[in-house]
T-cell receptor, first 116, second 120 residues
Framework: AQKITQTQPGMFVQEKEAVTLDCTYDTSDPSYGLFWYKQPSSGEMIFLIYQGSYDQQNATEGRYSLNFQKARKSANLVISASQLGDSAMYFCAIQVGGGSNYKLTFGKGTLLTVNP | DARVTQTPRHKVTEMGQEVTMRCQPILGHNTVFWYRQTMMQGLELLAYFRNRAPLDDSGMPKDRFSAEMPDATLATLKIQPSEPRDSAVYFC??????????????????FGPGTRLLVL
């Protein structure tokens, strides 16, 4: 079975600074994908970024980048130039294998607060 | 801007009543997922469908929960009878399969806004 661990229940960052949210995973499958979602206080889950296990380069999407360290089984989310609107819960998730099974396993989340 | 829609957004009901939640997946997506989110358990997968066929409902309490896809544009999650412990936010997500590296396929799930259920 696969597992996601997010060790930071909460993080604080000053506006305009960068912040790294940690995510480690555990799976024995060589083929997997890692996802990050954002959940603001309004409640919706917003897809941010994806990294495949075979991807050679770290994924980037605007101010979001994924620091993928395969040997360490970590997939940390980096948010550059934090904005007040980045305050939210952030969930890391893993999708293992493929075929017809695309279930996601989520971590417990990290609550990010951006201070003005 | 295609989105998953869910109705109702909020539901307050009394214990023992039937609750039906509806989801309209993004047009063209052929996989639908139902999740439940609580403070204690986090996000739990209840069931999912591909091409309207149920693939996995092992996370769903069978005695009171049921999930269906009457057609490609509608998924339903029903609780009968509801209990206070069912109070949670219920999310629907729809998925789009795409090709990843080395022939691997991935599926990005796009979530609806959720139904916030309170059972008194």
């Amino acid at each position: 079975a696969q597992k996601i661990t997010q060790t930071q229940p909460g993080m604080f960052v000053q506006e305009k600074e960068a912040v790294t949210l940690d995510c480690t995973y555990d799976t024995s499958d060589p083929s997997y994908g890692l996802f990050w979602y954002k959940q603001p206080s309004s409640g919706e889950m917003i897809f941010l970024i994806y990294q495949g296990s075979y991807d050679q380069q770290n994924a980037t999407e605007g101010r979001y980048s994924l620091n993928f360290q395969k040997a360490r089984k970590s997939a940390n989310l980096v948010i550059s130039a934090s904005q007040l609107g980045d305050s939210a819960m952030y969930f890391c998730a893993i999708q293992v294998g493929g075929g017809s099974n695309y279930k996601l396993t989520f971590g417990k989340g990290t609550l990010l607060t951006v201070n003005p | 801007d295609a989105r998953v829609t869910q109705t109702p957004r909020h539901k307050v009901t009394e214990m023992g009543q039937e609750v039906t939640m509806r989801c309209q997946p993004i047009l063209g997506h052929n996989t639908v997922f139902w999740y439940r989110q609580t403070m204690m358990q986090g996000l739990e997968l209840l069931a999912y469908f591909r091409n309207r066929a149920p693939l996995d409902d092992s996370g769903m309490p069978k005695d009171r929960f049921s999930a269906e896809m009457p057609d490609a544009t509608l998924a339903t999650l029903k609780i009968q009878p509801s209990e206070p412990r069912d109070s949670a936010v219920y999310f629907c997500a729809s998925g789009l399969v795409s090709s990843g590296g080395r022939g691997r396929k991935q599926e990005t799930q796009y979530f609806g806004p959720g139904t916030r259920l309170l059972v008194l």
